[in-house]
């Protein structure tokens, strides 16, 4: 079982660039989820997805782009990327069934460096 | 606005001995989850409490939700280096999108 896949696994940015970061899951999960995690800081939401076509903005959602036209893939998109948007960003799904969240499963992750 | 606060931040110690990790809101959760971050690796799962006063055991690890579901314990007896990581705990406040408040995390260090 491949679970959530993220790729790349590591990038270097310029200022002012633009780059996507892929996710797809093989879990059949509705609900998907983009984090960032910053030192010291724990995991900040940017965008989620309760299902095919269906995305919300979450906690810093700035400067960030979503698309989930599978249930299996859910994009994110940064446009003009800024030094500030240099962290770890970690892409989660979970079955979200039967009214209780059992837990999610993570990506391993991508290191982004804005330069 | 739902806060999780864990305690301590950071903990060091010797291989063998035991340690408690806390996790404390003020607010009520339907769920409570426990997991551990490896370097460069996403977090794993290792435990969800649903009940208040719910004891959860994973080998040597006891998983505890509080009686009002508003706070949660996780101790590990004989650490291990194996242990060594970033304790996260997240609790779901019950909203349709699932959704996860998280708290900032335990650094614990094992020293063989």
């Known amino acids: 079982n491949a679970g959530v896949t993220q790729t790349p696994k590591f990038r270097i940015l310029k200022i002012g660039q633009s780059m996507t970061l892929q996710c797809t899951q093989d879990?059949?999960?509705?609900?998907m989820y983009w984090y960032r995690q910053d030192p010291g800081m724990g995991l900040k939401l940017i965008y989620y997805?309760?299902?095919?076509?269906?995305?919300d903005k979450g906690e810093v959602p700035n400067g960030y782009n979503v698309s989930r036209s599978t249930t299996e893939d859910f994009p994110l998109r940064l446009e003009l990327a800024a030094p500030s948007q240099t962290s770890v960003y970690f892409c989660?799904?979970?079955?979200?069934?039967?009214?209780?969240?059992?837990?999610?499963?993570f990506g391993s992750g991508t290191r982004l460096t804005v330069v | 606005t739902q806060l999780l606060e864990q305690s301590p931040q950071f903990l060091s110690i010797q291989e063998g001995e035991n340690l408690t990790v806390y996790c404390n809101s003020s607010s009520v959760f339907s769920s409570l989850q426990w997991y551990r971050q490896e370097p460069g690796e996403g977090p794993v799962l290792l435990v969800t409490?649903?009940?208040g006063g719910e004891v959860k055991k994973l080998k040597r690890l006891t998983f505890q939700f509080g009686d009002a579901r508003k706070d949660s314990s996780l101790h590990i007896t004989a650490a291990q280096p194996g242990d060594t990581g970033l304790y996260l705990c997240?609790?779901?406040?019950?909203?349709?999108?699932?959704?996860?408040?998280w708290g900032a995390g335990t650094k614990l260090i094992i020293k063989p």
């Open positions: 879990m059949n999960h509705n609900y």
């Open positions: 409490v649903v009940t």
């Open positions: 989660a799904s979970s079955s979200g069934t039967g009214g209780t969240n059992y837990g999610y499963t």
């Open positions: 997805s309760v299902g095919a076509g269906i995305t």
């Open positions: 997240a609790g779901d406040g019950g909203g349709s999108n699932y959704q996860l408040i």
